[in-house]
């Protein structure tokens, strides 16, 4: 089992639409989860952190969190073909492990059809 | 402010070959990993520095070392490269030792032939 799970895509969603990017992890030890936007071609950028239970909102994004479903998601509000990208989950272990590495996942391919 | 810088952006090298690759963090960030991409995957974990001292380091073999200097900038080094060395090489630099909050630089493509 991988540690952080992601439905490799493409997920295809409407302009307008909402886009639903669903991860999965294995450590019930993990206390900090992020989701990157990643272009082809392109580095990750950090576009959502969320470390407590419950939904964070910023602007067009929601990010859900469910510790005891080892569950996290990202919405994304009126999807524009601008956000056609990979959107990679990332997890960072609970704070009794010395390192601050994050375990990523695979990551979604999202296209948003114009 | 300027962001995570990486050099070089790409670079080709053959196998047995030795790389060395630079970053330099936020400014005042005092954190900075590597992670390495391959096609298709999510970034891995290869190393964490704070402070000049390693903090962690991801199951890459002893070819691949790595160091933090007094600025915080950090160099990566692979040696006897293989071809399955190829791929983008990330910085990341967060605020503290113990912030997950990283923030990544554009990276440096590696191609081993």
């Known amino acids: 089992q991988k540690e952080v799970e992601q439905n490799s895509g493409p997920l295809s969603v409407p302009e ?3 886009a639903s990017l669903n991860c999965t992890y294995s450590d019930r030890g993990s206390q900090s989860f992020f989701w990157y936007r990643q ?43 601008s956000d056609s990208a990979t959107y990679l989950c990332a997890v960072g272990l609970g704070l009794d492990t010395g390192r601050r590495a994050l375990t990523f996942g695979s990551g979604t391919r999202l296209q948003v059809q114009p | 402010d300027a962001g995570v810088t990486q050099s070089p952006t790409h670079l080709i090298k053959t196998r047995g070959q030795h790389v060395t690759l630079r970053c330099s963090p936020i400014s005042g960030h005092k954190s900075v990993s590597w992670y390495q991409q391959v ?70 493509r590696l191609t081993v032939t």
């Open chain 1, 39 to 81: 272009y082809s071609g392109k580095s990750p950028e950090l576009i959502m952190s969320i470390y407590s239970n419950g939904d964070k909102e910023d602007g067009r994004f929601t990010a859900q969190l469910n510790k005891a479903s080892q569950y996290v998601s990202l919405l994304i509000r009126d999807s524009q073909p």
């Open chain 1, 16 to 18: 307008g639409a909402i």
């Open chain 2, 39 to 108: 096609l298709g995957q999510g970034p891995q974990f290869i190393f964490q520095y704070y402070e000049k001292e390693e903090r962690g380091r991801g199951n890459f073999p002893d070819r691949f070392s790595a160091r933090q200097f007094p600025n915080y900038s950090s160099e990566l080094n692979v040696n006897a490269l293989l071809l399955g060395d190829s791929a983008l090489y990330l910085c990341a630099s967060s605020f503290a030792a113990g912030s997950y909050e990283q923030y990544f630089g554009p990276g440096t």
